[in-house]
């Protein structure tokens, strides 16, 4: 057995899109999973063929002593743990001014404190360790947003900005961090969305951009194995990207965000500089 193949993995998220398929790629390379998801009966198929490998831990990652004890049985059954997929999470659309408190609350519950509640109960094994690899769940809206996907991107812009100082803390410490950025991936994603709505106003911009994505064709999604496959890529490599885009439309997204970030620095110069003098 190689040092590949006998990785351990928790992924969260386990039983559905992304999860699942990286779920099934590591299991089928051979490595081991401990699969979190709050029903992980999705899963129960895969136990008699992958055996002791495959370890179904049914946890909410917004209950933070669950997530505590799901990585003691982690521990239990594996010894140790290689990479941690911090994968689950939901979408909330709507105008931002839409999303009631207790929407946008629940959104930051699971994207951000279920993130947070994973970190607290793994990083102490990885640090022990002095190993180990931490993927971020984020999206082509940690670093971009359009109407409609405020709340969405809240989340994940804060997943996106805890990383980047995750990362350089842990660095000295044996521990890689990728934020792991999908494009459109089809995945039942869109049909577990919670959906903020009521304001006319709102037609024009955010309820446009639903039917439009709505409408949009297959071909407009990447497929969950192949961004698996990316993901993949990045944890075999020993210099893995702190931001991972997987999918030439998220991608996309990506670079006409920064740009117009940069080009507000740069024509705003003055105004910044005129600050110091
Ligand atoms: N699909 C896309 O287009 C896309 C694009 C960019 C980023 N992403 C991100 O990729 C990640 C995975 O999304 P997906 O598309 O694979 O979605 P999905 O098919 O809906 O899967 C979501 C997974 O998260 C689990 N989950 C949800 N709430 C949970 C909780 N409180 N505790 C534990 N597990 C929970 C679900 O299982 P249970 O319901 O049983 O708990 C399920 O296994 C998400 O973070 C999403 O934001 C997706």
Redesign the pocket.
């Known amino acids: 057995m190689n040092e590949t193949s006998s990785r351990i993995w928790l992924i ?9 398929e990286l779920t099934l790629q590591a299991l089928e390379s051979g490595e081991s999973v401990a699969a ?5 009966a ?1 899963l129960d198929e895969l136990t008699e063929a992958h055996g002791g490998r495959l370890l179904l831990v049914p ?4 209950d933070e002593q669950a997530v505590r004890e799901a990585v003691e049985r982690v521990l239990a059954r594996f010894g140790r743990i290689d990479v941690v997929a911090n ?5 909330l659309f709507g105008a931002v001014e839409e999303a009631s408190d207790a929407q946008a609350r629940a959104v930051f519950d ?2 951000v404190f ?1 993130v947070l509640n994973v970190l607290r109960a793994t990083l102490p094994v990885l640090r022990a360790q002095r190993s180990g690899h931490v993927l971020q ?5 940690g670093q971009s947003a359009h109407p409609g996907v405020g709340l ?1 991107a809240a989340t ?1 812009y804060a997943v996106e900005g805890l990383s980047d100082a995750l990362a350089a803390e842990v660095a000295p410490l044996g521990i890689k961090v990728t934020l ?11 049909s ?1 969305l919670d959906v903020a709505a009521g304001l006319d106003d709102y037609d024009q911009t955010v309820r446009a951009v639903h039917k439009a994505i709505g409408e949009l064709p297959a071909s407009a ?1 990447s497929a ?1 194995a192949r961004i698996a496959e990316g993901i993949r890529t990045a944890v075999d490599s020993p210099n893995p990207p702190l931001r991972l885009a997987l999918g030439a439309d ?1 991608a996309t997204g990506i670079r006409t965000a920064l740009e117009a970030r940069t080009a507000d620095l740069d024509d705003w110069i003055r105004v910044t500089d005129a600050v110091n003098r």
């Open positions: 969260t998220g386990a039983t559905s899109g992304i999860g699942r979190l998801a709050r029903d992980t999705a946890t909410d990652v917004r994968n689950a999470g939901y979408g699971t994207n279920g769940g984020s999206s082509v809206y969405l994940k792991v950025q999908p494009g459109m991936t089809a995945t039942p994603f869109l577990n999604f969950a998220g």
